[in-house]
Each structure stands twice: as structure tokens, then as C-alpha cells.
């Protein structure tokens, strides 16, 4: 709404006579500190430059992260720095995330309205309640509370079955319902998931220094908490080893939230406009996108159409993996070059997100 100050009957009146006009009143509650905006700056995590990148191609396209490697390798640093690369929201967005927070009673005091995108990151001994939402009075979970932001589970196998599997449907509408006898209520989930785990309950299956303890019967057991139709929800798959010593030490810095958040925007600008002009406007990146979207804006060339029908029959992929893991993957990675095509370099990274072999049969280095 645009607001215009009136200080006397006198100032209205010059005001609607043309005399003296009223400039309209710029809120400065938008410049405000945010105190749920405190993301890690990109440049002090030292290495992982290759999950670095993966985390942009799921900044630039809104896509779901899975993170796998042993403890201390930086899972939980890398997932708290993913704020800082996020492009801005939106007034629409930000009085979206700003009515949910407000419903929930989590509306930070002096913060009248959330102009970052919020960084969710529950235990795993939550409630199923918890995190998707209900109660007596039924009220927004984690999943709703993280609307347009991230929802970052650590130690994802620990995560209750139940509590888990509720997240499937939530990933797919974007939004969760929640029913009761006097009737039912709808709140927003549209949501970046970010989850991390270890390879095994010790940790260290497949690590190049320290040797697992686990039995492999317990390796699968424990792998295998996380169903396939889940994980077939999550767009990236991506190893996080230890660092090296010698980049631990070293003096070289790496490239800043700021500059990585540049390219970021720069994508989801490109995929604003090209949704706004066929008529999406209630798609906003690439991960929203439909089946109708997905087959009218990702078309291969002929090149990329062999490469993609090997992949396809080697990596025996289904359909949601083919339309949602690999073709949004790949349109993101074209936007973040500036491409106006898919070529067959960006289809190629886009696999190399894929999970190279079935949970719980990954041979140890």
C-alpha cells in the first residue's frame, strides 16, 4: 500500500489541490536487522569447492540438497552458509513468509517484516507435529515456517520413519494440510531442503584415513532409513570428503557469498522472466516447474538427446528422475551459464548429481 503522511486538515488540502504535494511514506522497517539472517560467509570454509557449486546450482534453480560424508568433513558449516548465497525475496514473498511467522507467534520483536529468506534447522527428535504442523489448535510446522527459506536436517537418518515420509507429499504440492474434525487448514511449504548424514552410524564407511567399525549388515540398516521414493525427491547427491591439511592451513581464500549470490540472482532473473512471459507466474525457479513447463522449455539437442538416453538406460533412472533431477538440474546449470539451451556439458553435470551407486552398497576407498 502506498502510504502518505498528512500532518494537518491545511496539508491535505494543498495536497488534493495540487499545491503542495505528498510524497509517499518509505517504510524503513525493511532496512531493519533481521534477526533470523546470520548465514556463514562461503570465503571461510576452507575446500569443498565441488560442494560449493552444488550448492549454487540448488541456490540458482530452488533445488533439494543431500549431503553425505564423514563427521567434521563440513556438512553442517556448508548448510549454514546456503542463506548467504539465496537471492532476495520478494514483497510478495516476504509478507508470504511474514504471515506465517506471524500466525506461528515467532515474529521477532522490531522485525515487523522478514525480508530474508528464513533458515530452519530442527533437531532430529522433533515430532511428526513438529514439523509438519497440528496440534489442538492446529499451527505452521518447520516445513511451513522455512516457506521460500531452507530446512536443513542434520543427521538425516536419525530423523523418525514417520516423520520423514510425511515430507513427501509437502515436496511435491508445496504446501501441507492438516486436518481436524472442526475442518482443515492449509499453510505454504514451498521449501529448500538441505539434509546431511553420515555413510554409517560410526561414520566413516568409504573414508580415506579412518576405517569404519560397522558391521556392513548394519551399514545397509542404517542407509537404508531413508525410503527411495524420498530420496528420489531430492535433486542432488553430493559426497563431502575430509579436507586436506594442506588447504586447512593454507592462506587462499575462497570466493564470497556476494559473488556467488551475483550469479545466483543473475539465474533466477533470467527464470523470472522466462516464467512471467508464457504465463507462469506462480512458478518462481526452475524446481517449481511442471511436467507442461518441463517439456515446453527443456527441449534437447541431438547431442544431448544420445547422451541422455545412455544415462537413462546405464543408470536405470525413472520417470520423476528424468523430468525433476535431471532436466531442471541441467535448464539451472544453462542459466547460471547464460546459456539460452541445454548443451550436453550442462546435462552431463547435471548426472554427475545423481547417486553413482544404490545406498547401502557404496565400497569403501
Not at 25 to 43: E, G, K, N, V
Not at 121 to 138: D, F, R
Request: aromatic fraction near 6%; proline fraction near 7%; include cysteine.
Amino acid at each position: 500500500l502506498e502510504v502518505y503522511p498528512v500532518k494537518s486538515l491545511a496539508h491535505l488540502y494543498d495536497h488534493l489541490a495540487g499545491r503542495q504535494l505528498i510524497e509517499p511514506y518509505q517504510p524503513s522497517s525493511i532496512d531493519l536487522p533481521d534477526p533470523l539472517f546470520t548465514p556463514t560467509d562461503f570465503a571461510e570454509i576452507k575446500g569443498q569447492e565441488h560442494v560449493k557449486r552444488a550448492l549454487e546450482v540448488s541456490a540458482a534453480g530452488g533445488h533439494n540438497v543431500l549431503m553425505v560424508g564423514s563427521p567434521g568433513s563440513g556438512k553442517t558449516l556448508l548448510a549454514r552458509a546456503m542463506p548467504g548465497i539465496l537471492p532476495e525475496m520478494s514483497i510478495e514473498e516476504s509478507l508470504d513468509v511474514t504471515r506465517i511467522y506471524s500466525v506461528a507467534d515467532q515474529l521477532p520483536a522490531g522485525t515487523p517484516l522478514i525480508r530474508h529468506r528464513p533458515f530452519r534447522a530442527p533437531h532430529h527428535t522433533i515430532s511428526h507435529a513438529g514439523l509438519v504442523g497440528g496440534g489442538n489448535i492446529p499451527k505452521p510446522g518447520e516445513i511451513s515456517l522455512a516457506h521460500r527459506g531452507v530446512l536443513f536436517l542434520d543427521e538425516f537418518p536419525e530423523f523418525g520413519t514417520r516423520v520423514l515420509e510425511v515430507m513427501r507429499q509437502p515436496m511435491e504440492d508445496k504446501t501441507v494440510t492438516i486436518s481436524r474434525a472442526k475442518g482443515s487448514l492449509t499453510f505454504s511449504a514451498n521449501f529448500q531442503l538441505i539434509a546431511a548424514m553420515n555413510p554409517c552410524p560410526c561414520g566413516f564407511y568409504g573414508d580415506s584415513l579412518k576405517p569404519c567399525t560397522c558391521a556392513p549388515a548394519m551399514v545397509t540398516k542404517y542407509q537404508k532409513r531413508i525410503s527411495g521414493p524420498l530420496l528420489d525427491r531430492i535433486d542432488i547427491h553430493i559426497e563431502v570428503p575430509r579436507v586436506d591439511y594442506e588447504k586447512l592451513s593454507g592462506d587462499r581464500v575462497g570466493e564470497t557469498s556476494e559473488a556467488i549470490r551475483a550469479r545466483v540472482q543473475a539465474a533466477r532473473d533470467i527464470q523470472q522472466k522466462r516464467f512471467s512471459n508464457n504465463g507462469s507466474s506462480d512458478i518462481i525457479c526452475n524446481a517449481d516447474m511442471r511436467v507442461g513447463e518441463i517439456r515446453q522449455f527443456c527441449r534437447l539437442q541431438d547431442e544431448s538427446q544420445s547422451l541422455m538416453r545412455a544415462a537413462m538406460t546405464q543408470l536405470n533412472l525413472l520417470a520423476r528422475a528424468y523430468h525433476r533431477s535431471i532436466l531442471k538440474l541441467a535448464w539451472t546449470i544453462s542459466d547460471l551459464a547464460g546459456s539460452q539451451e541445454i548443451q550436453s556439458a550442462h546435462l552431463a553435470e547435471a548426472l554427475q548429481y545423481r547417486p553413482k551407486i544404490m545406498m547401502g552398497q557404496i565400497k569403501p576407498s
